[in-house]
């Protein structure tokens, strides 16, 4: 079955970067993207980025142009993502998740687990 | 970017009721709207695709309607596991703009 495995939680001090993995199994890697999406403690869902994990092109929120790369290793099944100058308000829980794009529509269909990072000095 | 905006953020019902929740998107996103339900401490669940689309496994008391900017998810009748926060999403252009999420609580 479709299964995305997260790293595990991260402690990271301001101005540090993270790089979390995604290992994707169960089905064929480069013919889904994978999105990154992160959730605050308490708060909502919020879209960051979605790579294609053919071609390797990514693309991503405003937000985070600039502080974000996303990168993926087709012989692994892999993808990572990298966030620069953390500051306190990155502190959240960071999911990928599979992109499937069914007639007239686009949506997460599996899920990891997610990784806490927590920015902290 | 695209704002989504659900109403209401919370609401509080029994079991067996009928309930709506509401997302606006600030322009036209045709029907490219999903639905998902999330767990305390768990990963989304994906629901509803296409503004009305049920993923293969959501029980039939899930629905969704709407196109355009104004989108409706509605549970006919509501089961304890039904309690969870409920986000929409759009999926017509980048960013993949959520909504902010309304809580479903048990009264």
């Known amino acids: 079955q479709v299964q995305l495995v997260q790293s595990g939680a991260e402690v990271k001090k301001p101005g540090a970067s993270v790089k979390i993995s995604c290992k994707a199994s169960?089905?064929?890697?480069?013919?889904?993207?994978i999105h990154w999406v992160r959730q605050a403690p308490g708060q909502g869902l919020e879209w960051m980025g979605i790579?294609?994990?053919?071609?390797?092109?990514?693309s991503f929120a405003q937000n985070f142009q600039g502080r974000v790369t996303v990168t993926r290793d087709t012989s692994t099944s892999t993808v990572w993502m990298e966030l620069s100058s953390l500051r306190s308000e990155d502190t959240a829980v960071y999911y990928c998740?599979?992109?499937?794009?069914?007639?007239?529509?686009?949506?997460?269909?599996?899920w990891g687990q997610g990784t806490l990072v927590t920015v902290s000095s | 970017d695209i704002q989504m905006t659900q109403s209401p953020s919370s609401l509080s019902a029994s079991v067996g009721d009928r309930v709506t929740i509401t997302c606006r998107a600030s322009?036209?996103?045709?029907?490219?709207l999903n639905w998902y339900q999330q767990k305390p401490g768990k990963a989304p669940k994906f629901l509803i695709y296409?503004?009305?689309s049920l993923q293969s496994g959501v029980p039939s008391n899930f629905s969704g309607s709407g196109s355009g900017t104004d989108f409706t998810l509605t549970i006919s009748s509501l089961q304890p596991e039904d309690f969870a926060t409920y986000y929409c999403?759009?999926?017509?252009?980048?960013?993949?703009?959520f909504g902010q999420g309304t809580k479903l609580e048990i009264k």
């Open positions: 998740s599979r992109d499937y794009i069914p007639l007239g529509g686009r949506y997460s269909d599996s």
């Open positions: 169960g089905y064929s890697f480069t013919s889904y993207y």
């Open positions: 790579i294609n994990t053919s071609g390797g092109s990514a």
């Open positions: 322009q036209s996103i045709s029907t490219y």
């Open positions: 296409a503004a009305s």
């Open positions: 999403q759009q999926s017509y252009n980048t960013p993949y703009t």
